[in-house]
């Protein structure tokens, strides 16, 4: 079944130390999105690729950055993870901009 | 800027009956989209129902359906005869024409009881 992949489900690093989480889609979307989700709060857009064509939300800590090597992966690297960053992370996808997105499982990262 | 507020942090309802979620919203764009996606305890995210907001018609997928109120801007949710599996939080989403950002309402958790 065609679907968006998130991995590992639960991710558990130390505070500073670099974590990547992945993400994939056999859906063939041109449009792939990293969410960032605290404890009984909304998901919040952190960026987004247009194929690859990087948006990053004005918002967005510099602490934050991705990669989108190809169409069916990115990743989301937190190059010196805080307490604060401690959530669920969200992938999703859409076939093009504006269109309806897809949302992978998420990973859980805790940060100590 | 656009906003959505899920006035209803919580709500619960008799397995079979009906519940209705609340969802308010602002935009300056003529031409938008709003959703409900359903996110049930540690799974992920799903689709459930979505409105384009120059369809008059109300959309309808199943059990669910929505009181589209383009002029009061409100945007609810309604579940019929409710399901244990129903139980998650539900999250109303505005996304305008031409953007790709989703704007969610805070959530609003729904406990079915049997």
């Known amino acids: 079944d065609a679907m968006v992949i998130q991995n590992p489900r639960y991710q558990v690093t130390q505070f500073g130390k670099p974590v990547t989480l992945s993400c994939s889609q056999t859906?063939?979307?041109?449009?792939m999105y990293w969410y960032q989700q605290k404890s009984s709060q909304a998901p919040k857009l952190l960026f987004h690729y247009y194929d690859k064509d990087f948006n990053n939300e004005a918002d967005t800590p510099d602490n934050f950055q991705s990669r989108r090597p190809n169409t069916s992966f990115c990743f989301l690297d937190i190059r010196s993870p805080g307490l604060g960053d401690a959530a669920m992370y969200l992938c999703a996808t859409s076939r093009e901009s504006g269109e309806t997105q897809y949302f992978g499982p998420g990973t859980r990262l805790l940060v100590l | 800027a656009q906003t959505v507020t899920q006035s209803q942090p919580e709500m619960s309802v008799q397995e079979a009956e009906t519940v209705t979620l609340s969802c308010t919203y602002d935009?300056?764009?003529?031409?938008?989209?709003l959703f409900w996606y359903k996110q049930p305890p540690s799974r992920q995210m799903i689709l459930v129902i979505r409105q384009e907001a120059y369809k008059q018609q109300n959309a309808t997928e199943n059990r669910f359906s929505v009181n589209f109120q383009k002029a009061a801007k409100s945007f609810s949710l309604k579940i019929s005869d409710s399901q244990l599996g129903d139980t998650a939080m539900y999250f109303c989403a505005l996304r305008n024409n031409a953007g790709n950002m989703l704007t969610f309402g805070g959530g609003t958790r729904l406990m079915v009881k049997p």
């Open positions: 859906l063939n979307h041109n449009v």
């Open positions: 935009t300056s764009e003529n031409n938008y989209y």
